[in-house]
């Protein structure tokens, strides 16, 4: 299994980025898909993650309202766009797998099954 991040850059703040993650190996459609980001001297945290089948979505409260992640199963990828960037949001993200059917439970690290390489992502003041 391969998970292939990709979209990461660097970016004024206010812009927006788009993140993808493709997957390969097997078919993930019944997996949750989700996102994590690691800041320089911080510990990983969870940013957003899609259900299998995408009928539920859940968010840090940080990136509500800027972030969407969606997913299309017929390309086994998930997607974050991420919009009205900040300065806080400069981290490096991490597409993420896991056999869940809630995407709550994919907050958790403890729970992902499967991690992507990461993809930098800086927002200039």
């Known amino acids: 299994v391969q998970l292939q991040a990709s979209g990461g850059g660097l970016v004024q703040a206010g812009g927006s980025l788009r993140l993808s993650c493709a997957a390969s190996?097997?078919?993930?459609?019944?997996?949750?898909m989700g996102w994590f980001r690691q800041a320089p001297g911080k510990e990983r945290e969870f940013v957003a993650a899609?259900?299998?089948?995408?009928?539920?979505?859940y968010y840090v409260d940080s990136v509500k309202g800027r972030f969407t992640i969606s997913r299309d199963n017929a390309k086994n990828t998930v997607y974050l766009q991420m919009s009205s960037l900040k300065p806080e949001d400069t981290a490096v993200y991490y597409c993420?797998?896991?056999?869940?059917?809630?995407?709550?439970?994919?907050?958790?690290?403890?729970?992902?099954?499967?991690w992507g390489k990461g993809t930098q992502v800086t927002v200039s003041s």
């Open positions: 899609s259900s299998g089948g995408g009928g539920s979505t």
């Open positions: 993420a797998v896991a056999a869940i059917t809630t995407a709550q439970i994919m907050t958790r690290s403890k729970n992902i099954d499967y």
């Open positions: 190996g097997r078919t993930f459609s019944n997996y949750g």
